[in-house]
């Protein structure tokens, strides 16, 4: 059954640039992590970010081609990670502080978190199909 989609009058259109959405935005002192950021749309995410002046984390399961794709970008961190291995994943997650992490978003695909309590399960749901757990 197809989602009735409703217009939310932000402005943008399909045509909009992620320069063009996040131009005016200050987003100096935030954390990003950007799951992909490294091909696609990802680069644009992360371009995007990296000049509003966020601080942006970019995991990859090929750092070399990560560099390449983001040459000129020096603040970018990248950190190993696959996807498609659950223990990469949470040894990803173990490196960010607890609860209490000090990054505001994670972008995962269509997905958005604010913090590992949210994103995790999200990651792993998101790439092994595991089942979603309560809050």
């Known amino acids: 059954m197809p989602t009735l989609q409703v217009p939310i009058g932000s402005g943008f259109q399909a045509s909009s640039t992620a320069a063009a959405v996040i ?5 100096k002192g935030k954390t990003i992590i950007v799951t ?21 984390i970019v995991p990859a399961r090929d750092i070399a081609k990560a560099e390449e794709n983001l040459a000129g970008m020096q603040d970018v961190r990248l950190e190993p990670m696959d996807l498609l291995d ?11 502080p607890n609860e209490d992490v000090p990054f505001q978003s994670i972008e995962a695909g269509a997905n958005r978190a604010s913090n590992r309590r949210e994103w995790l399960p999200q990651l792993r749901q998101q790439h092994h199909q595991e089942p979603p757990r309560p809050r």
Do not use: N
């Open 23 to 27: 131009a005016g935005h200050d987003l």
């Open 36 to 56: 992909g950021g490294y091909s696609g749309i990802g680069i644009e995410t992360v371009r995007a970010f990296h000049s509003a002046r966020a601080k942006v």
């Open 86 to 96: 659950p223990g990469s994943i949470d040894v990803f997650a173990e490196q960010r």
